[in-house]
């Protein structure tokens, strides 16, 4: 089945840095990528997905980007803020109704 | 903006009892999903629901696992026997629609289940 691997776990930039969150997906079927922020004591919620048919996509600050060969996909936030500063997962889904989920990544950023 | 909601926010049970866990999707929205978080660890896939069946289950979602659509508004988990290691944060989604190549799911807040 699909394995969804993240990293770095931890991530710690300074205010107005960029961070970025890399991911590799195993199952070759997978065409569905959506990034989560999970605040603590909430749900996740999505940022940002991106589909197999595009190798890039973005949204005021953060972006996302697919590399189908290599089965990778990455997020990038740019001119980082406090608030930014949460949980990251990232996610695959070949179609079905199953979504497989990266370990996530703590993000903190020091103003 | 409408959203998931779950309760209770934080159950505690006894071992070997059973708990329902309560979540409200979002209205308009067909699909509906239970996840896991054990603490510290990676959201985990239990199950989806779709006109009033099971879709697709994980290996976790064993026998002692339930869930169900009461009403029109209304969709549960059900845990028959609880374990130890179902201790977790359970999450409810739920999606508009099931496109191919999947669909963008909404999470409510979870809830807390701590087994004693």
């Known amino acids: 089945g699909e394995n969804v691997e993240q990293h770095p776990s931890t991530l710690s930039v300074q205010e107005g840095d960029s961070a970025v969150i890399k991911c590799t997906y195993s199952d070759s079927a997978s065409n569905y990528f959506p990034w989560y922020k999970q605040e603590l004591g909430k749900g996740p919620q999505l940022i940002i997905d991106i589909r197999s048919n595009v190798g890039e996509k973005k949204d005021q600050r953060i972006a996302v980007t697919l590399n189908k060969t290599a089965k990778h996909f990455s997020l990038h936030i740019t001119e980082t803020q406090p608030e930014d500063s949460a949980v990251y997962f990232c996610?695959?889904?070949?179609?079905?109704?199953?979504?497989?989920f990266g370990a996530g990544t703590r993000l903190f950023v020091k103003a | 903006e409408p959203e998931v909601t779950q309760t209770p926010s934080h159950q505690v049970t006894q071992m070997g009892q059973e708990v329902i866990l309560r979540c409200v999707p979002i209205s308009n929205h067909l699909y509906f999903y239970w996840y896991r978080q054990i603490l510290g660890q990676k959201v985990e896939f239990l199950v989806s629901f779709y006109n009033n069946e099971i879709s697709e289950k994980s290996e976790i979602f064993d026998d002692q696992f339930s869930v169900e659509r009461p009403d029109g508004s209304n969709f549960t988990l059900k845990i028959r026997s609880t374990k130890l290691e179902d201790s977790a944060m359970y999450f409810c989604a739920s999606s508009e629609g099931h496109l191919i190549g999947g669909q963008p799911q909404h999470f409510g807040d979870g809830t807390r289940l701590s087994i004693l």
């Open positions: 996610a695959g889904n070949t179609g079905g109704f199953k979504t497989i």
